[in-house]
């Protein structure tokens, strides 16, 4: 399995990022995909999951509204657009494969992250 992200960087509060996630080394259309962020000093932060063909969408109450989910199972391919950036979605972003078991997320392999720093 190997998950890699793109798109981070530092952006303005109320500007916008979209990040990618390439996803090889397993067949991607079967799983369910998210993305979590962890800052400094903080607890990991489920940010959106989506399941393995697009159907459900799931959002953090903190993103919801500003964020979307989505992805091409073509190109393997797992994407986060970010709108409206504040200061408090700084952090590091990851792409997870994994699943929910009784409620809670579980990731079973994740990316090696990409920073997101929004700062004025």
């Known amino acids: 399995v190997r998950l890699v992200e793109s798109g981070g960087g530092l952006v303005q509060p109320g500007g916008s990022l979209r990040l990618s996630c390439a996803a090889s080394?397993?067949?991607?259309?079967?799983?369910?995909m998210s993305w979590y962020r962890q800052a400094p000093g903080k607890e990991r932060d489920l940010v959106a999951s989506i399941s393995s063909v697009g159907g459900w969408k799931n959002y953090a109450d903190s993103v919801k509204g500003r964020f979307t989910i989505s992805r091409d199972n073509d190109k393997n391919t797992v994407y986060l657009q970010m709108n409206s950036l504040k200061p408090e979605d700084t952090a590091v972003y990851y792409c997870?494969?994994?699943?929910?078991?009784?409620?809670?997320?579980?990731?079973?392999?994740r990316g090696q992250g990409t920073q997101v720093t929004v700062s004025s």
């Open positions: 997870s494969r994994g699943r929910f078991i009784g409620g809670n997320y579980v990731s079973d392999s």
């Open positions: 080394g397993f067949t991607f259309s079967r799983y369910l």
